[in-house]
């Protein structure tokens, strides 16, 4: 049973440029959610997928934005990339379908991530 | 706002010592409260939950309480190992279903 596969696993950039990554979540899983980690922090919330819309999210500029396919995977999207976003990218992936006091919703499972390195 | 704080490491253990991370939480209303542990080169992993006041949280010999009088969740482990050494972040889900992490505890246990 596969995990949460993201692509690339590595990408470097230059300012100004625009990037996208990539997001499978695990096998039965239909939510996605997008972190970013920068060196030496915790992950931050980017925002949330669920039903292809985005659900839910934390406090990123517009710059940020995602996409959800039918088959759950997802897209983040990146645009006028900043040295600050430099940073390595998480995807975890949910069940909704799996009651909350049964660890659904609550249980996710992360990505390796994608390190994003703007020159 | 809501945040998590964590005590800064490294935290450099022989191994056989006694581990404790301090963690509190600056939340509304009742969260739920996570450990996650990242190892090296792999991405982050549950280690243990608590859902509700007074509950305890326990994997791989690590354990934490929820203490909702002191807003706390420490991280206790009475003998680490070598394969212990990894990033350790405390984290909680308040309302909707975003995490809220710490800034994460890094932990070398030598030999």
């Known amino acids: 049973d596969a995990g949460v596969t993201q692509s690339p696993t590595h990408l470097i950039k230059t300012r100004g440029q625009q990037v996208t990554l990539r997001c499978s979540p695990k096998?039965?899983?239909?939510?996605v959610s997008w972190y970013q980690q920068a060196l030496g922090q915790g992950p931050q919330f980017i925002f949330q997928?669920?039903?292809?819309?985005?659900?839910q999210r934390g406090n990123f500029p517009d710059r940020f934005s995602g996409h959800q396919f039918p088959n759950y995977s997802s897209e983040l999207n990146v645009n006028a990339l900043l040295l600050g976003d430099s940073a390595l990218y998480l995807c975890?992936?949910?069940?909704?379908?799996?009651?909350?006091?049964?660890?659904?919703?609550?249980?996710?499972?992360f990505g390796s991530g994608t390190q994003l390195s703007v020159l | 706002g809501n945040s998590v704080t964590q005590m800064e490491g490294p935290v450099t253990l022989s191994e056989e010592a006694f581990l404790t991370i301090n963690c509190t939480y600056t939340a509304t209303g009742y969260p739920s409260l996570f450990w996650y542990v990242q190892y090296p080169g792999e991405g982050l992993q549950l280690l243990l939950k608590?859902?509700?006041?007074?509950d305890k949280g326990s994997n791989k010999g690590f354990e934490a309480t929820y203490r909702k009088e002191t807003t706390s969740f420490h991280l206790e482990k009475g003998s680490v190992q070598v394969s212990d050494s990894a990033v350790y972040f405390c984290?909680?889900?308040?309302?909707?279903?975003?995490?809220?992490f710490g800034g994460g505890t890094r932990v070398l246990v030598k030999p």
């Open positions: 608590a859902t509700k006041a007074d």
């Open positions: 096998s039965g899983h239909d939510t």
């Open positions: 997928y669920y039903e292809e819309e985005e659900r």
């Open positions: 984290a909680f889900k308040a309302a909707g279903n975003k995490l809220t």
């Open positions: 975890a992936s949910s069940n909704t379908k799996i009651p909350l006091r049964q660890g659904g919703n609550e249980k996710l499972f």
